[in-house]
């Protein structure tokens, strides 16, 4: 019984440009900086951070979903995979959010002033 070699390039290339594409995307979106992401908050942070942080997210499962080929495993192993790690970037996010603002207000509201 032999087993035939299925090339990969179609689906490397795939992975490339929709990586490239979000990439790009997110390079654009900071270099241009909109008025309409940059100056409108949703809890203490402006639009324009999370969709940043979302795009990041998604090309972070992309990347494990590809070159990590959980496409192909059990549910329980993806489950055992992502849950533990969607539970952990939720909880930095509000770790982030929560001590960010702390030092935002701290600096605004006292006499401290901005040294850096």
Request: with cysteine.
């Given at each position: 019984?032999?087993?035939?070699?299925?090339?990969?390039?179609?689906?490397?290339?795939?992975?490339?440009?929709?990586?490239?594409?979000?990439?790009?995307?997110e390079v654009?979106?900071?270099?241009?900086?909109?008025?309409?992401?940059?100056?409108?908050?949703?809890?203490?942070?402006?639009?324009?951070?999370?969709?940043?942080?979302?795009?990041?997210?998604?090309?972070?499962?992309?990347?494990?979903?590809?070159?990590?080929?959980?496409?192909?495993?059990?549910?329980?192993?993806?489950?055992?995979?992502?849950?533990?790690l969607i539970?952990?970037?939720?909880?930095l996010l509000?770790?982030?959010?929560?001590?960010?603002?702390?030092?935002?207000?701290?600096?605004?509201?006292?006499?401290?002033?901005?040294?850096?």
């Amino acid at each position: 019984m032999s087993h035939e070699h299925v090339s990969n390039t179609k689906r490397i290339w795939t992975v490339f440009g929709l990586l490239s594409l979000i990439t790009t995307v997110e390079v654009a979106f900071g270099i241009i900086r909109p008025d309409a992401l940059y100056m409108h908050n949703f809890l203490t942070m402006n639009l324009l951070n999370w969709l940043f942080i979302i795009l990041t997210l998604v090309k972070a499962y992309y990347i494990v979903w590809a070159f990590m080929h959980m496409e192909g495993e059990k549910n329980s192993l993806k489950n055992a995979v992502v849950w533990p790690l969607i539970f952990l970037v939720c909880y930095l996010l509000f770790i982030l959010l929560t001590e960010g603002d702390y030092v935002f207000e701290v600096f605004k509201n006292s006499t401290i002033k901005w040294n850096f």
